[in-house]
C-alpha cells in the first residue's frame, strides 16, 4: 500500500488493488469507508474501461485510484478459484488506466492465491516484517516463486527487529542473539 502511494504522491496515476482475497483490508488502512464485495469481481470488468466503476480515490491523492475489496463472508473454494480466473483480466484493464499497478495478495507461503497472477506482473516485490514473518512460510513461498521461474524483484522489510536502538549512540548495539530453526544460538549476522 505504501509503495502505491508514493507513486501517486510523485504525481504518476496509480492503481492499487486489494486482491488478497481472503482477508482484504486495504481499504481500513487507507481509511476507505466503501468496498466492493468480492462477488461482483465475477460479474464486472469483462468490458474495456468497467475497471473504473469500481475503482475509489484515494484520499487525498487524486492520482490513486483502489479496488478496495470488502470482507466478506467466509469464501467457499469455488468463489475463490473463479475470482482468482479473473485476475489477469482485471490486471489488464488496470494497466491500460494508470502508469502503475500495484496488487496486494495473500502472502505466497500461506496460501498459493497470487501465484495466478506471478507471469501477469511485471515485478515481484516480496514485503517481510521482522519478528512477525514465518520462516518456514518463506521458504515456501522462496520454493513455489522458484517453480514458476519467476523469482523476486526486490525485498521490502517493514518495520524494525526487536530491540533494536533507534538511537544514534546505540550504533552496533542491534547485534542480539536469534534461536535458529535448529534451536542452536548465535550472532544475528544481518543488520
Not at 492520482?63 to 469464501?75: F, I, M, R, W, Y
Not at 495466478?116 to 513461498?141: C, H, L, Q, S, Y
Not at 544514534?168 to 548465535?186: D, I, N, V, W
Amino acid at each position: 500500500m505504501n509503495l502505491a502511494v508514493s507513486l501517486a504522491a510523485g504525481g504518476h496515476k496509480t492503481i492499487l488493488l486489494d486482491f488478497d482475497i481472503r482477508k482484504p483490508d486495504v481499504a481500513q488502512l487507507i481509511g476507505l469507508s466503501e468496498t466492493v464485495p468480492l462477488p461482483s469481481l465475477l460479474t464486472h470488468g469483462d468490458r474495456p474501461g468497467e475497471l473504473g466503476d469500481l475503482l475509489t480515490e484515494g484520499p487525498y491523492l487524486p492520482t490513486l485510484a483502489v479496488l478496495a475489496t470488502g470482507p466478506g463472508s467466509p469464501l467457499d473454494g469455488a468463489l475463490v478459484e473463479a475470482l482468482n480466473r479473473r485476475l489477469p483480466a482485471l490486471i489488464q484493464q488496470a494497466r491500460e488506466l494508470a502508469e502503475y499497478v500495484v496488487v496486494d495478495t495473500a502472502p505466497i507461503g500461506e496460501v498459493s492465491d497470487a501465484l495466478r497472477i506471478v507471469n501477469e506482473v511485471d515485478d515481484v516485490i516480496v514485503v517481510t516484517r521482522p519478528a512477525k514473518t514465518n520462516r518456514g512460510n518463506f521458504r515456501v513461498m522462496r520454493d513455489l516463486l522458484e517453480r514458476s521461474g519467476r523469482l523476486p524483484t526486490g525485498l521490502l522489510v517493514i518495520g524494525e527487529l526487536p530491540g533494536m536502538s533507534r538511537d544514534y549512540y546505540g550504533y552496533g548495539g542491534g547485534r542480539e542473539l536469534f534461536q535458529s530453526e535448529s534451536g542452536r544460538s548465535g550472532v544475528s549476522p544481518l543488520r
